[in-house]
């Protein structure tokens, strides 16, 4: 599949909104993801996925990690094609310390690739992760999301590998032209 199919899936799933939408911090913006709405389904989970998969075969990744709730379906079928071991997060979390949910854990000497749907400026998260695989003696390999919303080609000095780029407008609320225009906004969804 091309970026351009891609897109196109998932705008047909709706995981892809265009309108104005106020953020957590503040800012407005002209676009909203939905990822899991196309991820549901296997078949195209299993495509998207596969675009992560093709770049970390040689890798030898013995650990999935998903980072966030919304990760879990793609992280899940990643680790199944790498045939490699999941875990995830609890999901819920007000701070900089991303715990692992219990009875899971990240094992000494473990490969591991970071995988969440949507890469942003917020990488708190992704750092305390990094972090954990440290202090568990372990190696991380790479970074992988759907979509990558950052404009930046490395967050954590690893490889990276995004299925499609999309930076979103983003405007302050002086700033914000749909507010000028009069359009109203919703509150973008919390994301665990």
């Not at 899991?36 to 996925?49: G, M, S």
Request: proline residues 4%; contains cysteine; aromatic residues 8%.
């Amino acid at each position: 599949m091309e970026n351009k199919e891609f897109y196109d899936v998932l705008t047909k799933k709706n995981a892809v909104l265009n309108g104005h939408y106020l953020m957590e911090d503040g800012s407005h913006t002209d676009t909203s993801f939905r990822i899991n709405k196309a991820l549901q389904f296997p078949p195209t989970n299993r495509k998207f996925a596969y675009e992560i998969v093709k770049h970390f075969w040689d890798m030898d990744v013995q650990l999935v990690v998903a980072v966030r709730i919304g990760a879990i379906l793609f992280a899940s079928e990643i680790a199944r094609q790498l045939e490699a071991r999941v875990i995830f997060t609890e999901g819920l979390w007000t701070n900089e310390d991303v715990k692992i949910y219990p009875d899971l854990e990240i094992h000494s000497g473990d490969r591991i690739l970071i995988v969440d749907d949507i890469l942003s400026d917020e990488l708190s998260h992704l750092r305390s992760i990094s972090r954990k695989i440290l202090t568990a003696d372990a190696r991380l390999i790479g970074v992988g999301s759907v979509i990558d919303s950052t404009g930046k080609h490395n967050v954590l000095n690893v490889r990276q590998i995004s299925v499609l780029q999309l930076l979103p407008n983003n405007w302050s609320v002086d700033k914000c032209p749909l507010c000028h225009a009069g359009v109203p906004f919703e509150e973008f969804p919390v994301r665990p």
